[in-house]
């Protein structure tokens, strides 16, 4: 942030740009992000008591109830039955 706020100030008194050090390379360990998704997946399948094995089953779908006005147009222009 420091060195975005001297850029900043470089350019409006129109100084000339400070160096800026090439960033270092940062200490530590790439992660997986699959390899971690996976695990923590598999982690909850195990607490849950799921095998993994098979595929989730879908929840059924339920059809909606035709409403008034669909029947309406649906039965538009059939010779009425009353």
Do not use: C, F, W
């Amino acid at each position: 942030m420091i060195a975005l706020h001297a850029v900043i100030e470089a350019k409006q008194k129109d100084r000339q740009l400070p160096e800026i050090p090439a960033p270092q390379a940062r200490p530590g360990q790439l992660m997986d992000l699959m390899a971690a998704l996976q695990q923590s997946v598999d982690k909850a399948r195990t607490a849950r008591g799921e095998t993994g094995d098979a595929l989730p089953q879908e929840a059924p779908v339920a059809r909606a109830k035709m409403t008034s006005a669909r029947k309406t147009e649906s039965n538009a222009g059939r010779p009425s039955d009353r």
